[in-house]
């Protein structure tokens, strides 16, 4: 079965770059999810979309932005990178009808 | 606010037997899911089971089932004949029916002894 797709699966950018994540969700699933993981943390909530909209809203810096697009793929966005952004960014999708995410592979972010 | 508490840092289970992670949630909120995620040490994130707040009937998933206890806002997971595979960590997550987020507690770190 196809799955959440995630790029890149690695990053490294330094300090005060920009970086831009990419996530492909499971066909037919029209909402989408960004949770950072930090080293030994649980996930933590960025950001969510439904049909393109956002959907809900959660910890997630004034220096981030991100938007689904028409084809549901979504892009977070990311500037003036900071040391402490360094962490494992998962996208997970869902269907409306249903109620479980599943999470694609993360793409891990080196900040330098 | 809702919260997610898992109070086993690490727990450590020897193969073939039965070990249970625990797991702790607040709410004032009547209905919303649970969840079990495990974490391997690829870091993938893998849905293990979910849990209807609605439904009475505890949730089972071939070696995995879960111990759901509304009134005392508990859903404990229980894995029988445990495996090597199985080692991983544990997080249990909570979301409210209106809303899209997911809550994780801490985690849980499951050892598997040969």
């Known amino acids: 079965a196809a799955g959440v797709i995630q790029s890149p699966r690695h990053l490294i950018k330094e300090k005060r770059e920009t970086a831009t994540l990419k996530c492909y969700p499971i066909?037919?699933?029209?909402?989408v999810y960004w949770y950072q993981q930090g080293p030994g943390q649980d996930p933590q909530f960025l950001i969510s979309?439904?049909?393109?909209?956002?959907?809900d809203k959660g910890s997630i810096p004034d220096r981030f932005s991100a938007q689904q697009f028409s084809d549901y793929h979504s892009e977070l966005n990311m500037s003036s990178l900071e040391l402490g952004d360094s962490a494992l960014y998962f996208c997970?999708?869902?269907?409306?009808?249903?109620?479980?995410?599943?999470f694609g592979p993360g793409t891990r972010l080196t900040v330098t | 606010a809702q919260t997610v508490t898992q109070s086993q840092p690490e727990m450590s289970v020897q193969e073939a037997e039965t070990v249970t992670l625990s797991c702790t949630y607040d709410?004032?909120?009547?209905?919303?899911?649970l969840f079990w995620y495990k974490q391997p040490p690829s870091r993938q994130m893998i849905l293990v089971i979910r849990q209807e707040a609605y439904k009475q009937q505890n949730a089972t998933e071939n070696r995995f089932s879960v111990n759901f206890q509304k009134a005392a806002k508990s859903f404990s997971l229980k894995i029988s004949d445990s495996q090597l595979g199985d080692a991983a960590m544990y997080f249990c997550?909570?979301?409210?029916?209106?809303?899209?987020?997911?809550?994780f507690g801490t985690g849980t770190r499951l050892k598997v002894l040969a």
């Open positions: 709410t004032s909120e009547s209905d919303y899911y």
């Open positions: 066909p037919r699933h029209d909402t």
């Open positions: 979309f439904y049909e393109k909209m956002q959907s």
């Open positions: 997550a909570y979301r409210n029916s209106g809303t899209y987020k997911y809550i």
């Open positions: 997970a999708s869902s269907a409306r009808q249903f109620y479980e995410q599943y």
